[in-house]
């Protein structure tokens, strides 16, 4: 997978990633270490960029965790540092299906903004994954067991390539996200550590070990 990929990343937001956020934990640090490498890297190639952001209502709690988190008008609601390009367009949350005529030529990043987990669900955001001439995707992020594995699954089912850098996503804790992980291998997501990705390794199917790991982790619960 080394032909114009795209970087996707979800919910990389200082709750998650940041230490003093809501979800963070010291293992997430490598993980946004990581993150920043791949937008470094994507900076650097001129690579196009498709981001989420989660805004959650101040009265709720969020999706992806059992305290509050994301919410609006919060500084956990922000990007980490290093994932805002220069030029990044961010097209709010209005969930509508119109689009900026040829927004990649002007905007290397374009950024959504959610109430929930599901980018499909997004009218615009679902428009540009699929509409647009983009095959091969890497992705990164927060919430393996939601928005990861429903955006992976998505453009899975509408034939897309989808590369994992599965050391810069973060399961949170979640009971779910080892069936999760299993889901978007099964679909024929590869898993690769970043630095792999940014060398411009190919991109193989998913080992077996992989998968029986998972599945071994899964009957000792």
Request: with cysteine; net charge positive; aromatic share 6%.
């Amino acid at each position: 997978m080394r032909y114009e990929p795209v970087l996707f990343d979800v919910s990389v937001q200082r709750d998650f990633f940041s230490p003093g956020g809501a979800c963070y934990k010291p293992s997430a640090l490598a993980a946004a270490r990581n993150i920043r490498a791949l937008f470094a890297w994507a900076r650097k190639q001129r690579m196009r960029v498709i981001s989420t952001v989660l805004r959650v209502r101040r009265d709720t709690i969020g999706p992806l965790a059992d305290v509050p988190h994301c919410i609006e008008g919060t500084d956990g609601e922000k990007r980490i540092y290093g994932t805002v390009l220069r030029s990044a367009i961010d097209l709010g949350m209005r969930n509508v299906t119109d689009l900026p005529r040829n927004i990649f030529d002007r905007h290397q990043q374009v950024i959504f903004e959610m109430r929930g987990t599901d980018v499909f669900s997004h009218s615009r955001c679902e428009r540009l994954l699929t509409e647009q001439d983009m095959d091969n995707f890497i992705v990164c992020g927060a919430g393996s067991a939601h928005s990861i594995v429903e955006g992976v699954i998505g453009l899975r089912s509408r034939g897309k390539k989808v590369v994992l850098a599965d050391d810069a996503i973060l399961d949170l804790d979640d009971p779910k996200a080892d069936y999760a992980w299993l889901r978007m291998l099964a679909k024929g997501a590869v898993p690769m550590p970043t630095e792999d990705i940014i060398a411009g390794k190919e991109a193989i199917p998913a080992p077996r070990r992989d998968v029986q790991r998972r599945e071994e982790r899964l009957k000792k619960q």
